[in-house]
């Protein structure tokens, strides 16, 4: 593996290592609903409280990955924190002004995330689907990521596919819909938001194999333990023949995956060493529903081995509820056995 490629990141929300809450509000967005900004006595200054405090939010996280270890330089921005951005019961109370300062400073923020080379990701909403036999479910999906397109773009990424790496991601969604459904909707998104999208495997509708089948339009991400649920047990490998076309599918751009493992309490007693055996946890009681619940931090060892061998050819955003911690987690487990080039 060649670390100096490699990336580790967490996603959207920081936990302070000592539960200091004065560091988590100042790291952390804050996201109220847009119909309580309209019930505000000042909506105009509710909202731009919100938003002005998130875009500062931003900077300090942005500041903050980039004073991390190379290694660790991937983070995934909140979605959302631009409340009310498009939405029609805000329109009245975004003003001008607030928009042309949201564009300013958000150039700023992406200046920062290149000059510090952090790389940045996104994730929709998991309505945000593409297999749906819903017009109105596939109409807000759209909107949904030409919106995330749209923040890019304010960001500094809107030119070519995946610039530094930037990913809009989403899951596929309904089986019943099939991956045909995919392939036609992907073409009725933009060409400047189809260039950032990618695609998930998920652990109920849409396998890897099936996402394969539109690895020819889309950047596909691999999530790891969705694999793993989706086919009752397969850790997939990194010389599995399938990983090869996930890598073409990002033309030239190092690839995105997710990893996150099952609930420590679920598995207590589990040997860390081992690396989670789906079939004899289901026989002993265990459902592929709670299995695919995420663990607060990476508590199994030989999962974070495969991990590491992974690292050869994509980077790795680690999805436990621990967040940062999770992926310091990963990072430690991989910088001890691999020491990180000065």
């Not at 060649?2 to 990336?7: G, I, K, L, P, Q």
Request: glycine share 6%; aromatic share 6%.
């Amino acid at each position: 593996m060649r670390m100096v490629d490699a990336r580790i990141g967490f996603c959207c929300t920081f936990v302070s290592p000592e539960g200091d809450e004065d560091e988590q509000r100042a790291l952390n967005m804050r996201q109220p609903t847009v119909a309580s900004i309209a019930k505000a006595e000042d909506p105009h200054a509710r909202l731009e409280e919100i938003i002005l405090g998130n875009l500062d939010t931003l900077d300090r996280q942005i500041a903050y990955v980039a004073e991390l270890p190379k290694l660790e330089r991937l983070f995934r921005i909140l979605s959302g924190f631009l409340v009310g951005w498009s939405h029609p019961v805000a329109a009245n109370v975004w003003t001008h002004e607030l928009r042309r300062e949201v564009e300013r400073r958000l150039a700023r923020s992406g200046d920062l995330a290149r000059a510090k080379d952090v790389r940045l990701s996104m994730h929709p909403s998991q309505h945000a689907i593409l297999a749906t036999n819903s017009e109105g479910a596939l109409a807000n999906a759209i909107h949904d990521i030409e919106e995330h397109a749209d923040i890019f773009a304010m960001l500094g990424y809107g030119n070519g596919w995946h610039p530094y790496g930037t990913s809009v991601n989403i899951h596929g969604g309904a089986r019943s819909a099939g991956v045909d459904a995919v392939r036609a909707n992907l073409r009725k998104v933009s060409d400047a938001a189809r260039n950032l999208l990618t695609i998930e495997n998920d652990e109920v509708s849409f396998g890897l194999d099936d996402l394969l089948q539109v690895a020819d339009e889309v950047a596909l991400v691999v999530d790891f333990h969705h694999h793993w649920v989706f086919t009752k047990g397969e850790w997939l490998q990194p010389d599995d023949h399938r990983v090869a076309q996930v890598q073409a599918s990002w033309r030239g751009v190092r690839p995105l995956s997710h990893i996150s493992v099952s609930r420590e309490y679920l598995l207590e007693g589990y040997d860390p060493d081992v690396l989670p055996d789906f079939a004899a946890l289901n026989a002993g009681g265990l459902s592929a529903s709670k299995l695919r619940g995420h663990s607060d931090r990476m508590w199994n060892r030989a999962v974070n081995r495969l991990v590491e061998r992974h690292l050869a050819w994509t980077d790795v955003e680690v999805e436990a509820k621990a967040k940062n911690l999770a992926s310091a987690d990963l990072a430690a487990h991989v910088r001890e056995r691999e020491p990180e080039p000065a």
